[in-house]
């Protein structure tokens, strides 16, 4: 079975501030990890992913995240906010084998203040 | 466009109707996912496609509803009896197994409201 839990539903961060967007995982199997992001009235847009190979992964807009198997965490930085990233960030988790459906965490709404 | 597509963007129908959505994947994409979003949630698993085969459902997928894809193209989600509960955004997503290392390409979702 699989699960992600993203702490805190709601993040605030000044511009140019650092933006780190928390997510850990549960998965009985070797995980395949994601960010994607939700702007208002859009669907879901692809930042970045994990599957094999290098543990630091970057993505677009200048996001990147860690894996880290030992801590099961896959937390989502950017050094230096911008107002345009204000959305909606989802984590989510699947598996390498035949259904590979995505498990997805609750979100963390992201509010970049002036 | 070669995107992800959905029709319609948005639904409202009474208790008890029938509705139908419609997705169409990136063109050479054999697997198809649904996903239903409720405010303030993450996605949730409902079925999907490998080519025209319907291969998981969620238990989320009452008998109320169906999805099809018969000729491993574009999809259907049929809900019969709608329930304001159904009221959500439907998401469709396509990939390319194997190959696509599981990289989910979503639509812009259907909004369903049930009144």
């Known amino acids: 079975a699989q699960s992600v839990t993203q702490l805190g539903s709601h993040v605030s961060v000044s511009e140019g501030a650092l933006v780190l967007l928390r997510c850990n995982y549960s998965?009985?199997?070797?995980?395949?990890l994601f960010w994607y992001v939700q702007y208002p009235n859009q669907g879901l847009q692809l930042l970045l992913k994990?599957?094999?190979?290098a543990t630091l992964v970057k993505g677009i807009n200048g996001f990147e995240a860690e894996f880290k198997k030992s801590e099961t965490s896959f937390h989502l930085t950017k050094p230096s906010a911008h107002m345009s990233d204000a959305a909606e960030y989802f984590c989510?988790?699947?598996?390498?084998?035949?259904?590979?459906?995505?498990?997805w965490g609750l979100g963390t709404s992201l509010a970049v203040n002036p | 466009d070669t995107g992800v597509s959905q029709d319609p963007r948005h639904k409202i129908t009474k208790r008890g109707q029938n509705v139908t959505f419609r997705c169409d994947p990136i063109?050479?994409?054999?697997?198809l996912y649904w996903y239903r979003q409720t405010l303030g949630q993450g996605p949730e698993f409902l079925t999907y496609?490998?080519?025209?085969?319907?291969?998981?459902k969620s238990r989320l997928l009452s008998d109320r509803f169906s999805a099809e894809r018969p000729k491993g193209s574009f999809s259907t989600l049929e809900i019969q009896r709608t329930e304001q509960g159904d009221s959500a955004m439907y998401l469709c997503?396509?990939?390319?197994?194997?190959?696509?290392?599981?990289?989910?390409?979503f639509g812009p979702g259907t909004r369903l409201t049930v009144l």
């Open positions: 998965s009985s199997v070797p995980p395949y």
């Open positions: 997503a396509s990939s390319l197994s194997p190959g696509g290392r599981n990289e989910q390409f």
């Open positions: 989510a988790v699947s598996g390498a084998g035949n259904n590979r459906k995505l498990i």
């Open positions: 063109s050479e994409h054999n697997r």
């Open positions: 994990y599957t094999t190979g």
């Open positions: 496609f490998q080519n025209e085969a319907q291969l998981e």
